[in-house]
């Protein structure tokens, strides 16, 4: 069974300041997404990270995946408000299904 | 971009009763749409890969006779809670990936808040 477990589960952070979250997986996959969701919302889409190495960057989120560790990051930078939400990831099975992280709560206190 | 349109956004019903739940994908075909369950602070849970023109694959520990998963369509997936019960009470969401296979990201409803009274 493919699990996927995110580090730290709640974080709540003074604006200005950088954090990463981590996410771990326990299959091979070279395919990793990023996702935001508001209270009360559904998921949007922040990045898709297709290789090892692979960076991406939007504003003051950037994420990162190491297939061989298993691992990718989401790293923030100089926290705002409008930041808070809950952050997931998202790795790709066998089945063409995606199968999502423990998530992140994130709160930025101003 | 790829938009996916869930209908209700919520809906209150009484124990016993059944609920459909409809998801669409507006501007491209959805060989393949997913069904997600959340409850609250919790992550998504897959319940069911559902596949046009045939039977829905569940994961395990998902009863299928509860939750009917039905997708007539390339456009259309419906998932209809049966005999709902107060524990079915919660976020429902649906997605799809335009492209089918490949490295498109899901692209998610907007969900359905069931609550069974």
């Known amino acids: 069974e493919l699990k996927v477990e995110q580090n730290p589960l709640f974080l709540s952070m003074q604006e200005g300041k950088n954090y990463t979250i981590y996410c771990n997986y326990s299959?091979?996959?070279?395919?990793l997404y990023w996702y935001r969701q508001d209270p009360g919302k559904s998921l949007e889409s922040l990045f898709v990270?297709?290789?090892?190495?692979a960076v991406k960057q939007e504003g003051r989120l950037m994420a990162s995946l190491d297939t061989k560790a298993r691992l990718s990051t989401l790293h923030i930078t100089a926290a705002v408000h409008d930041l808070s939400a809950t952050y997931f990831c998202?790795?790709?099975?066998?089945?063409?299904?995606?199968?999502f992280g423990t998530g992140t709560s994130l709160t930025v206190i101003p | 971009g790829a938009v996916v349109s869930q209908h209700p956004s919520w809906v209150i019903c009484k124990s016993g009763t059944s609920v459909k739940i409809e998801c669409r994908s507006l501007?491209?075909?959805?060989?393949?749409m997913f069904w997600y369950r959340q409850f609250p602070k919790q992550s998504l849970m897959l319940m069911a890969t559902?596949?046009?023109?045939?039977?829905?694959?569940?994961e395990q520990g998902v009863e299928k006779d509860k939750f009917l998963i039905n997708h007539a369509s390339l456009t259309l997936s419906t998932l209809t809670v049966t005999s709902a019960h107060p524990e079915d009470s919660s976020f429902y969401i649906c997605?799809?990936?335009?492209?089918?296979?490949?490295?498109?990201?899901?692209?998610f409803g907007n969900g359905t808040r069931l609550t069974v009274t």
């Open positions: 997605s799809a990936r335009d492209g089918g296979q490949g490295v498109a990201p899901l692209h």
């Open positions: 299959t091979t996959s070279d395919r």
């Open positions: 990270l297709l290789s090892n190495g």
């Open positions: 998202a790795v790709l099975g066998n089945g063409n299904q995606f199968y």
């Open positions: 501007d491209f075909q959805a060989t393949t």
């Open positions: 559902s596949n046009e023109g045939s039977k829905a694959t569940y």
